[in-house]
T-cell receptor, first 116, second 112 residues
């Protein structure tokens, strides 16, 4: 059974703190993604990675960085948390497209981050 | 701007009725996918339709795609209380490098 796990379901941090959100997948997927979800805005892509040590900016990368040192793990880092980063953070993974396949994404349960 | 926008934003129906949700998008796509999200949880993939397909079925789900109108619909037949969730469409744009762009979702409530 495929599985994507995230390190915390709920997290409360203070403004200015450095925050690490961890995501681990056990499906040997090359692609991994970080989204944030806010009411009325849907899911917005923060960063994604096609392979170990590779990363690309999504639609809203400002204030975030990522790290992918191992294939199964993709970390999202908030260098200095701010109140406008209070949100639900979702991690996902997928396999790369090859002939006959498609890019269904598998999601973790989400981390609800509150920055005070 | 949103690539995918669902309509309606919220829908309440009686158990046993059919539920229809619509998705519009703006640019040419490789495929369109529908996902479900139960309250406060991650998203679960439901069904994918490729740009050269017009209709697809999976159990009680039926998806249509009209690329000329840049729109898709998701029909859930014989709804159940367990179908209560938010539903999102996601599009993979041509030359989108396997990224998906999600809409804002339709909140479906099934009344027992």
């Amino acid at each position: 059974d495929v599985k994507v796990t995230q390190s915390s379901r709920y997290l409360v941090k203070r403004t200015g703190e450095k925050v690490f959100l961890e995501c681990v997948q056990d499906m040997d997927h090359e692609n991994m993604f970080w989204y944030r979800q806010d009411p009325g805005l849907g899911l917005r892509l923060i960063y994604f990675s096609y392979d170990v040590k590779m990363k690309e900016k999504g639609d809203i990368p400002e204030g975030y960085s990522v790290s992918r040192e191992k294939k199964e793990r993709f970390s999202l880092i908030l260098e200095s948390a701010s109140t406008n980063q209070t949100s639900m953070y979702l991690c996902a993974s997928s396999t790369p497209l090859v002939a006959g396949t498609y890019n269904e994404q598998f999601f973790g349960p989400g981390t609800r981050l509150t920055v005070l | 701007s949103q690539q995918g926008e669902e309509d309606p934003q919220a829908l309440s129906i009686q158990e046993g009725e059919n539920a229809t949700m619509n998705c519009s998008y703006k640019t040419s796509i490789n495929n369109l996918q529908w996902y479900r999200q139960n309250s406060g949880r991650g998203l679960v993939h439901l069904i994918l339709i490729r740009s050269n397909e017009r209709e697809k079925h999976s159990g009680r789900l039926r998806v249509t795609l009209d690329t000329s109108k840049k729109s898709s619909s998701l029909l859930i037949t014989a709804s159940r209380a367990a179908d209560t969730a938010s539903y999102f469409c996601a599009t993979e744009r041509i030359f989108g490098n396997e990224k998906l762009t999600f809409g804002t979702g339709t909140r479906l409530t099934i009344i027992p």
